[in-house]
Each structure stands twice: as C-alpha cells, then as structure tokens.
C-alpha cells in the first residue's frame, strides 16, 4: 500500500507550492499516472482523503488521467501501444521494445482559491 | 509522514537529545526541529504521529500546473543518500524480496564471510520488532533497525536518518534490508548503488512476470536456497527466463545461503561492482 506514501508526497508538493504562491484552499488535483506505472489509481482514490484530511489539500477532488503505455519498437522503427511492461511488440512480436510512456506518476496541476 | 519535509516523524528510543540528523537538503534541515524523535535502542520507528499544518492567506480561484514527479521529494533525498555514500567510500546494496526468501540468512552468512575483509553495516526494514538487527549484531556487524510501522517500504528519507546512526569508513559495505515486500520497494530509490532481488527456489517460477516492477528495478537477481532444488518442482531455466523477459539486462546468480553454494561468485560481484564505484569517485 505505498499509494499511501505516494499521497503524502502529494500533498508535500502542493504545501511546497503554497510556499511560492498564495492561496487558501486546493478545490482539485490533478494526478498523470502512467498505466504500466508503479500506483494504482484505485488505491491512491481509497486513501487520499484520509491522508488529505487536515492539511493543505483537505477537501480536495482528486481527479486522475491515465498515461496508456507506449514503447519504441527497433524492428519497426515507430512507437508502438504496450499494454504490460516488457511486452513483446504487438505489430512484428519483437522482444526488447523500449518502453517511453506509461511510466507517469506526476502531479499535473491543481485548481486552487 | 510530515508533509513538510517527508519527515516520518520518526522516534529512536536511547540517546535523547542527540544531535539533529544531517544529510539532508539543506533547505530542510531546519524544519526538523518539530519532529520529536525519541530515542530507544537501534530501532527508529516510522510509523507514528504526523505534522500538524496551518492554512493561511486568501486568493481567488485559479489553475497552477505543476508538473512534478510525485517522488520527487523521495528522490532529492536518495541523491543526498547517494552523495553522501559515495564521499564517504561506501558500497551500497538495496536487498529486496518477498518476505521469507532468506535475506537476513544471506546477510548474516555474508557477514560472517566477508568481514575480515570489509568494514559493514546493515539497516534493517522491517514494519516491526528488532529480531532482524538483532540476528545482525550478533555477528559483530553494525546494525540499526528501522520500523516503518504501516508501512510497505523504506524510502530514503529513513535511509539518511539511518545513515546518521552508522560510521562507515572508506572501502565499507552498506546493505540495506528492505521490508519484505515484492511490490512497493520498487518505486523507491534509498540512494543505494544497487538494486539486488532475492528470490527463493520455494516461490514460483513466474514471479518475475507477476511483480515486473521489482524485477526491473534491479540489477542483480540471486536465486537463493539452491540446496532445496532437488526436492521441489522448480523450473530454474523457466524462472531465469522470467526475469530476462521483465529485464533483459539483469544479473542472475543461483546461490544457498545456508550450504555456502554459489556464494563466492556473489561476493565477486560485490567485490567488482565496489570497486567500479571507487573508480569513478
């Protein structure tokens, strides 16, 4: 369950950002998470308002857009969709596709006020 | 987890009042004060309490992009980890495995084998209780126990607090013992030079494929418990295959821990790869 160390960190960020700007209270976050990524987003929903509560971020939507997985195929010299990690390429079956998106666990932006 | 700094609010029962950690970002190390850290043993509880914040200020409703990796604040601190290992000549491995693959057993052979030749200090991760540091110790080796209380993973803020209990000299081995885990450990870099997966010949074959993750992130794989194979159905071409598949780049060794099987070659990767990293300081 580190997807509750990963809100943490979350909100470690927003109170970073609440030091370079002025606002009072986050109404959304916006998370990029990647879909072969190391977080599940069902879990980060489960905890984030127990670990929001009483912090900068409490009462805050949590709202999260998935990354679909992406890897460069030297076979086939082009990008191809991944649906796991270290998967065989889905055109020419080549191993050793190298994976370039799907990896994300990034905070986006938030709405603030 | 103080949502400041990333502090987990730490407690280490013996020792109070001792000096405020360094190795941190400097930035930080001024918010530490707030943290009451006890201190009992050589066991640094993580899993208490958390900082209180205020909310001040008022402003309009508005859009701020951000744009940052949700660990970036974990990885700052395993950068200082980093640093702060290699200035001092230290050789870092990360020990990860499910629970029960025989990491302390390795460890403490590992010990016992090398420690004429190495200085070494262990840090152990555990969610609870100090057996492991304990089974450490009692081979001479230097250990602190670090509790993450609920938690599934040290991450390298409890690295660098750690860190502040041990002296290691140029030319030491530093293991890091995460919590036995398979999942969670992945995401976190400690600072370590090294990822190191221990799988034991009583799991499945096929984990690899199950927790690509972990299998990824390593760079050395030992297969442990060799002794057992001739009693159990398990496929040692199948499962290597496995972790090649997830990471065609890793390093495999079959070893047993208990019968001293295998360990020479992996004290000859330790004994390589540590003296890469002194090369390149």
Known sequence: MHELSLIESVVALVEDERRKQDFSRVRVIRLRLGALGHAEPEALRFCFDAVTSGTIADGAR???????????????????????????????????????????????????? | MCAICGCGTASRASEPGSAQPTGHDPHHAHLHDHHPHEHAGQTINFGEGRAGLHIGGMSQERVISIERDIL??????????????????????????SPGSGKTALLVRTIDDLKDQYPIAVIEGDQQTSRDADRIRATGAQAVQVNTGKGCHLDAHMVGHALDHLSLGPGG???????????????????????????????????????????????????????????LEFDVGACLAAARQVNPLIQILTLSARTGEGLGSFYGWIEARAAAQMGTV
């Open chain 1, 62 to 113: 949590l709202e999260i857009e998935m990354v679909p997985g992406e890897g460069w195929c030297a076979g086939c010299r082009r990008t191809v969709p991944l649906d796991e990690r270290f998967a065989a390429c889905p055109i020419c079956g080549n191993a050793g596709v190298r994976m370039t998106a799907g990896d994300e666990l990034r905070v986006a932006e938030m709405e603030v006020e």
């Open chain 2, 72 to 97: 970036a604040k974990n990885d700052a601190f395993a950068e200082v980890n980093r640093t702060r290992l290699r200035k001092a000549g230290v050789f870092a491995l990360n020990l990860v495995s």
């Open chain 2, 173 to 231: 081995l530093l293991f890091i013992e995460n919590v036995g885990n398979l999942v969670c450990p992945a995401a976190f870099d400690l600072g370590e030079a090294h990822k190191v997966v221990v799988l034991s010949v009583t799991e499945g074959e096929d984990k690899p494929l199950k927790y690509p993750d972990m299998f990824a992130a390593a760079d050395l794989m030992l297969l442990n418990k060799s002794d057992l194979l001739p009693h």
